[in-house]
T-cell receptor, first 112, second 115 residues
């Protein structure tokens, strides 16, 4: 299973943008980059995913490096509700089915 | 639209007993996956079901088993409980088969404590 590397923790101020980095130097051509987050006392929540091109949705944006060896999850305006553990996951549905391999993630704290 | 429902929310058992946990996926979702979350090991994949068939299995002992019913509801069973089985057990559902790259939607889990 391809591995991802994320900082253990990050801090942000409320209403400012947040850039959460993820390195995945051993990514394969069939790996999609998925991001999930887990708020306290809740199950993980899907945020966004992409393959090669940058992606946007109502929650966040995903910027993928041209060589696909790194990516960045962008929260455009952090709110207190965005305080969570963010997981960057490589998912190879074609070869491995739908399983998600979670790492340790980045714990994001948001200051008012 | 109702989310993924897991029952019970909390459970206390003793070593050697067995336990069954239940998961009702989002209506229309046909894939169900199970994960174990502990402070030491984090989130680990247990197994995945689609159309009542186990499609994928994680690296857990045979004491951990599961099944899926024709209405997509799923159960997982742990026999001969050990102290190390204390964990949050999470169920996730998605719309399509495992190769469809669909997002997974998680329930809030069953907290299992072994005394």
């Amino acid at each position: 299973d391809a591995k991802t590397t994320q900082p253990n923790s990050m801090e942000s101020n409320e209403e400012e943008p947040v850039h959460l980095p993820c390195n995945h130097s051993t990514i394969s051509g069939t790996d999609y980059i998925h991001w999930y987050r887990q708020l306290p006392s809740q199950g993980p929540e899907y945020v966004i995913h992409g393959l090669t091109s940058n992606v946007n949705n109502r929650m966040a944006s995903l910027a993928i490096a041209e060589d696909r060896k790194s990516s960045t999850l962008i929260l455009h305006r952090a709110t207190l509700r965005d305080a969570a553990v963010y997981y960057c996951i490589l998912r190879d549905d074609y070869n491995q089915g739908g399983k998600l391999i979670f790492g340790q993630g980045t714990e994001l704290s948001v200051k008012p | 639209k109702a989310g993924v429902t897991q029952t019970p929310r909390y459970l206390i058992k003793t070593r050697g007993q067995q336990v069954t946990l239940s998961c009702s996926p989002i209506s229309g979702h046909r894939s169900v996956s199970w994960y174990q979350q502990t402070p030491g090991q984090g989130l680990q994949f247990l197994f995945e079901y689609f159309s009542e068939t186990q499609r994928n299995k994680g690296n857990f002992p045979g004491r951990f088993s599961g099944r899926q019913f024709s209405n997509s509801r799923s159960e997982m069973n742990v026999s001969t409980l050990e102290l190390g089985d204390s964990a949050l057990y999470l169920c996730a559902s998605s719309w399509g088969p495992p190769q469809s790259n669909q997002p997974q939607h998680f329930g809030d889990g069953t907290r299992l404590s072994i005394l």
